[in-house]
């Protein structure tokens, strides 16, 4: 098996990655194998004057190292190891006398980039493909083939520390900036410039760049050091260690010798490469690419919008189909509406702008392209009408058989409600098979996460259509089964509705918020609440009540606070919290209506109340088929919520705090505060069958039918 050519032109040596059968390059054990071999060949042939390091692969120089190879570790020891030889190899590539030129045109991440850091040149191409990071830490780890080594050497410590514990990207432009690259220029021109450079390097007339930095050392890098702490600390939480990993390692290492330094990076890192905080990571990013993936191809893919519905939502999903369409069209109730949702949409595009992801011409090339109507006119020749007006099945319903009388047969049409009964809004339509769900998360552009939600008449086609389509325009869509609230709202209601029982019990609104953050939720419930909204969290919990009764009952204090209209961060008067511009403080209006008698509960039963009545309705889910599989759960609720992704989701923290134990507080919270807290009849059968969430999948896999599309 060759993944890796290697040939010599006038003295030039090159080797270029081409991984055989593989979209793009990666560096498992047996890539850097043919690569140390290819080393030799260069080490022993002295006439070879310099070596190129090149890819034969479209968009992509090096993806990183193989993530499915990290995956497989299990044990420190054998991480250390592999981590050994392969320093050996990079020491290999640093160490020859010629010079070597990483030539990057395309994604160079992780592994990729640590083999262009030990190159003594990296020339980018300019293409808008090139990219830069260290995602390590995403997967909870850091970069583990000296690139928190050699990064600080080569570009500093205040950039390195930005690129190692954030995972963010920078383009060729950026790169040259911060001296990771020595040169860029257009691909087109690869040909004469990187020729050029070669020929520079070897009779060394290449200007010298930057090579000195004063912040790496002390006095100054150990007030860097300190402060990087301290804003680790307050951002992130202390069981996610890969980040304050990443800074001891680089600490330690500032500025000692390569060998010693090489240890300790080795050390730390096969410590965390075992963890289960990197292995939820891990299981998560192949998620990820799975449900990317996760539709079949249509012949006539959607290619023209129409939303109907323009407030919070509405101009999210109108940015969102405009940036990646050309053909966009809306519904205004009035015509005059137009200046004021266009301005409002142009502000949603304003950090692509300001990111330099997009130019302002671009941005209103984009905006020029949306067209409107206030009637239905020009709708006769849309594909897809998404609508996304107020949550009420009846106006909903009376909109749907507007827009039947104007649409062709085939158009799909689609719901953004967040609550209502997908069959029994479409229970009208004539056309119910091209009648679907799409379910966006406020705010549109920043969430990944859209669930799909057929009825029991929507087709295969109008599925795979429309998951197409949102993968499409850059989302993660997953398909879940018709019930109120579907999955990530049926469950998180009763998590906000129990802190609201919570606090009205006589605990306070900062100590449960801050604990439910201890845990690792990016906010509390109550700052959710009022984030949210409470006019549509009360909204949305009571369709919920009406449709599963005694297990959703609406806090009492929510609809109080919703009749005085504390409508949380939207409004003037404020929600749990009220707001002006810089502090947020307690709500006194709101604790006056508390009926607070004085019952205090132990923080710990203030996090189980919270966590587990989500695992209690995320199993009903399951028992419900509404999902097949428990790891979409813990997808939704990661990239629905911010449920923190290394403990793995909301099931997978099940799992390990052990469904027994969860079962057994079920049952007491039910002896003390009612029937809401039910145990389903899912949990007590796995607990029966000494069962978990990962190994019971075969309880509700039978029973599974028309999601199989
Ligand atoms: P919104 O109140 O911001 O906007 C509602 C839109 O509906 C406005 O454009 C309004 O002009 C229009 N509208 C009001 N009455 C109407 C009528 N009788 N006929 C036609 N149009 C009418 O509401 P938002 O938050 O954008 O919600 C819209 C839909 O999206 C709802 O179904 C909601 O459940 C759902 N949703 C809301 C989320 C949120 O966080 N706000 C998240 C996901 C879904």
Not at 549 to 554: A, D, H
Request: proline share 3%; aromatic share 10%.
């Amino acid at each position: 098996m060759s993944n890796i050519k290697f040939e010599i032109n006038q003295n030039i040596a090159t080797i270029t990655f081409d991984l055989e059968n593989e979209k793009i390059n990666k560096l498992s054990f047996e890539v850097l194998k043919e690569f140390d071999e290819k080393l030799n060949l260069v080490q022993q042939d002295h006439t070879i004057k310099a070596l190129v390091i090149d890819s034969a692969k479209k968009d992509i120089f090096i993806a990183g190292a193989d993530i499915k190879e990290i995956e497989q570790l299990k044990d420190s020891e054998e991480v250390y190891e592999a981590l050994m030889n392969i320093h050996k190899i990079f020491n290999k590539l640093e160490n020859l006398p010629i010079p070597t030129i990483a030539y990057i045109n395309g994604a160079c991440m992780g592994g990729g980039l640590e083999l262009a850091l030990a190159c003594k040149y990296r020339v980018l191409s300019t293409n808008e493909k090139t990219k830069l990071a260290f995602p390590e830490i995403k997967l909870g780890i850091f970069p583990g083939f000296a690139g928190t080594i050699r990064a600080p050497k080569l570009i500093g410590l205040l950039p390195s520390l930005d690129l190692i514990l954030t995972g963010k990207t920078v383009d060729a432009k950026k790169a040259y900036k911060i001296n990771l690259a020595d040169a860029i220029f257009d691909d087109a021109q690869k040909e004469f410039m990187l020729g050029d450079f070669v020929q520079n390097a070897i009779t060394g007339n290449l200007g010298s760049r930057k090579s000195f930095y004063l912040l790496n050392y002390p006095p100054f890098n150990e007030i860097i050091f300190k402060r990087t702490l301290k804003n680790l600390e307050d951002k992130v939480n202390s069981d996610f260690q890969a980040p304050f990993k990443a800074l001891e390692v680089i600490k330690a290492n500032m500025n000692k010798e390569l060998e010693i330094a090489i240890k300790k990076e080795a050390e730390e890192f096969s410590r965390l490469a075992v963890t289960k905080e990197s292995k939820n990571l891990i299981k998560l990013f192949f998620l990820f690419e799975k449900l990317n993936k996760n539709y079949e191809k249509t012949t006539n893919p959607i290619s023209n919008v129409a939303i109907f519905g323009n407030g919070v939502m509405g101009k999210g999903i109108i940015w969102l189909f405009s940036k990646y369409l050309k053909d966009v069209r809306i519904k205004l109730r009035d015509i005059t509406q137009a200046h004021g949702i266009i301005k409002d949409v142009s502000k949603i595009y304003d950090y692509l702008v300001k990111s330099r992801k997009m130019t302002k011409n671009q941005m209103d090339f984009k905006l020029n392209t949306i067209s409107y109507t206030d009637k239905l006119s020009g709708f006769k020749n849309m594909e897809f009408v998404i609508e996304a007006i107020v949550e009420d099945e009846e106006i909903k319903k009376q909109t749907y058989k507007q827009l039947e009388s104007v649409l062709n047969d085939n158009a799909i049409i689609a719901t953004n409600t967040s609550s209502i009964s997908i069959n029994k809004l479409g229970s009208e339509l004539k056309n119910k098979e091209n009648f679907i769900g799409v379910h966006f998360f406020n705010p549109v552009n920043l969430m990944p996460l859209v669930e799909v939600i057929p009825s029991k008449d929507t087709s295969k086609e109008t599925i795979n259509k429309v998951l197409e389509l949102l993968i499409s325009c850059g989302k993660t869509p997953i398909v879940v089964g018709d019930c109120a609230g579907f999955i990530v709202n049926r469950i998180l209601l009763p998590y906000l509705n129990e802190a609201a029982f919570i606090l009205n019990e006589g605990s306070k609104i900062e100590h449960i918020d801050h604990l439910i953050k201890a845990f690792g939720m990016p906010m509390g419930p109550f700052n959710l609440a009022d984030t949210v909204g409470i006019d549509v969290g009360y909204k949305v919990a009571s369709i919920l009540h009406e449709e599963y009764g005694y297990r959703m009952p609406v806090a009492p204090l929510i609809e109080k606070m919703y009749e005085a209209k504390y409508f949380g961060k939207k409004g003037e008067t404020g929600g749990f919290y009220q707001y002006d511009g810089k502090d947020d403080y307690v709500n006194e209006h709101v604790i006056s209506m508390l009926s607070n008698n004085g019952k205090i509960i132990s923080d710990e039963e203030i996090v189980q109340r919270c966590l587990y009545i989500m695992i209690n309705e995320a199993s009903r889910c399951l028992e419900e088929n509404i999902v097949t599989d428990a790891s979409i759960i813990d997808f939704a609720m990661i990239t629905g919520t911010g449920f923190p992704a290394y403990k793995g989701g909301l099931l997978t923290y099940a799992n390990e705090v052990g469904l027994k134990n969860i079962l057994e507080s079920l049952r007491k919270f039910e002896r003390d505060y009612g029937s809401r807290f039910a145990p389903s009849n899912l949990l007590i059968k796995l607990v029966e069958q000494h069962e978990d969430f990962e190994t019971g999948e075969f309880l509700w896999k039978r029973w599974f039918y028309y999601l199989s599309y």
